[in-house]
């Protein structure tokens, strides 16, 4: 569990017993949120109305950089905004199993440290396959088909919802529920990054690192100036507010926008979230498989079928049923694929086939 989990699940049990002082310790949660868009504000300011006006005084060079500045930000912004507002991706309900089948799964399950342990070494082996045939009764009788099992060949059950896990979903810790393909809870937009949303987190990390790439190698031809007009007085503050502004922006640059956006390129290069790369995903009868589907199919399971630089949704699947790579006997075929999403056609017949 991080840091920011176990003050969020704090906050959240506090504001469960004290509502009215727990709405308010809530609201604080989003201080990383605000002191980041302040941040931003400022930074717009001393690009336009300080940099623009008085260091750059060619009126096309000045055009120029604000419109590529401009527009930057605006695609910054607009990816932010729907990073934030985009609901969260919820487990459907008929995911959830009876208040029986609970009661059966827990009474066989280790009870330590005030929580179930499924993982616990004290669970006899007769309990794990009693557990295994109740959970996958549950889901033969809820018509869902799976991908992933856990450890001990069991589907994934999640004992604070209540529900057996689709294939990479987790259970947040911050919210306090699970969510489909879920990646991490960011601290820096008070927000679960999720299936729905993932596209739009990574063009706010592309945006922002490009921005500041741009914003800092710009502004240091005030820097040069101020040293060839030589009028240290009179040019002292608009000096130390682009100084201030470029090594600040460096900053953030490295640490932490430029690091989380090297993470997720990794992450997206072979089809994992943060949370298969701590725990790798077990697909059932091939330890070997994997949601690794080739570097322009990744790309497309997360940027969707096109307009790939604009964040608006253009996802390509459910969210509850992924492709999945099966290593080839020959070496003629890189990979076999098989969509997980066609085992699930009988529990969902709405459902559209998923792309591959």
């Given at each position: 569990?991080?840091?920011?989990?176990?003050?969020?699940?704090?906050?959240?049990?506090?504001?469960?017993?004290?509502?009215?002082?727990?709405?308010?310790?809530?609201?604080?949660?989003?201080?990383?949120?605000?002191?980041?868009?302040?941040?931003?504000?400022?930074?717009?300011?001393?690009?336009?109305?300080?940099?623009?006006?008085?260091?750059?005084?060619?009126?096309?060079?000045?055009?120029?950089?604000?419109?590529?500045?401009?527009?930057?930000?605006?695609?910054w912004?607009?990816?932010?905004?729907?990073?934030?507002?985009?609901?969260?991706?919820?487990?459907?309900?008929?995911?959830?199993?009876?208040?029986?089948?609970?009661?059966?799964?827990?009474?066989?399950?280790?009870?330590?440290n005030?929580?179930?342990?499924?993982?616990?070494?004290?669970?006899?082996?007769?309990?794990?396959?009693?557990?295994?045939?109740?959970?996958?009764?549950a889901?033969?009788?809820?018509?869902?088909?799976?991908?992933?099992?856990?450890?001990?060949?069991?589907?994934?059950?999640?004992?604070?919802?209540?529900?057996?896990?689709?294939?990479?979903?987790?259970?947040?810790?911050?919210?306090?529920?699970?969510?489909?393909?879920?990646?991490?809870?960011?601290?820096?937009?008070?927000?679960?990054?999720?299936?729905?949303?993932?596209k739009?987190?990574?063009?706010?990390?592309?945006?922002?690192?490009?921005?500041?790439i741009?914003?800092?190698?710009?502004?240091?031809?005030?820097v040069?100036?101020?040293?060839?007009n030589?009028?240290?007085?009179?040019?002292?503050?608009?000096?130390?507010?682009?100084?201030?502004?470029?090594?600040?922006?460096?900053?953030?640059?490295?640490?932490?926008?430029?690091?989380?956006?090297?993470?997720?390129?990794?992450?997206?290069?072979?089809?994992?979230?943060?949370?298969?790369?701590?725990?790798?995903?077990?697909?059932?009868?091939?330890?070997?498989?994997?949601?690794?589907?080739?570097?322009?199919?990744?790309?497309?399971?997360?940027?969707?079928?096109?307009?790939?630089?604009?964040?608006?949704?253009?996802?390509?699947?459910?969210?509850?049923?992924?492709?999945?790579?099966?290593?080839?006997?020959?070496?003629?075929?890189?990979?076999?694929?098989?969509?997980?999403?066609?085992?699930?056609?009988?529990?969902?017949?709405?459902?559209?086939?998923?792309?591959?």
């Amino acid at each position: 569990m991080s840091w920011y989990s176990k003050i969020y699940g704090f906050v959240r049990e506090y504001r469960e017993r004290h509502w009215l002082l727990g709405f308010f310790l809530y609201q604080l949660l989003n201080c990383m949120f605000v002191l980041q868009i302040c941040g931003a504000v400022y930074f717009f300011y001393v690009y336009n109305f300080v940099f623009l006006q008085h260091w750059v005084t060619n009126d096309v060079q000045r055009t120029v950089y604000a419109v590529v500045y401009n527009f930057l930000i605006f695609m910054w912004s607009w990816s932010l905004a729907q990073t934030c507002v985009t609901r969260v991706a919820r487990v459907p309900e008929r995911y959830h199993v009876s208040d029986g089948v609970d009661k059966k799964i827990k009474d066989l399950t280790a009870f330590e440290n005030g929580r179930y342990a499924p993982f616990s070494k004290s669970t006899a082996y007769q309990h794990l396959v009693l557990q295994r045939k109740i959970l996958t009764d549950a889901a033969a009788n809820l018509n869902l088909k799976f991908a992933e099992e856990d450890d001990w060949k069991r589907l994934r059950y999640c004992y604070d919802c209540k529900l057996i896990k689709p294939d990479r979903a987790r259970h947040c810790m911050s919210c306090g529920f699970c969510v489909l393909k879920f990646d991490h809870h960011c601290p820096w937009i008070n927000k679960c990054v999720t299936y729905r949303n993932y596209k739009y987190f990574m063009l706010y990390l592309i945006y922002g690192v490009i921005v500041i790439i741009w914003s800092a190698l710009t502004m240091s031809e005030g820097v040069v100036r101020y040293f060839i007009n030589q009028q240290w007085r009179d040019e002292a503050g608009r000096f130390a507010q682009v100084l201030t502004s470029i090594v600040f922006l460096c900053c953030v640059g490295v640490y932490p926008l430029g690091k989380l956006l090297h993470d997720h390129i990794i992450l997206i290069h072979v089809n994992e979230t943060t949370c298969d790369q701590a725990k790798p995903s077990i697909i059932r009868d091939d330890l070997n498989a994997s949601y690794n589907l080739g570097t322009y199919r990744n790309i497309r399971a997360v940027f969707g079928w096109g307009l790939w630089a604009i964040p608006l949704d253009t996802r390509v699947n459910d969210g509850q049923h992924f492709p999945v790579a099966y290593p080839a006997n020959t070496s003629a075929d890189r990979f076999v694929v098989r969509c997980a999403s066609l085992l699930g056609a009988e529990a969902n017949p709405s459902a559209k086939p998923l792309p591959i």
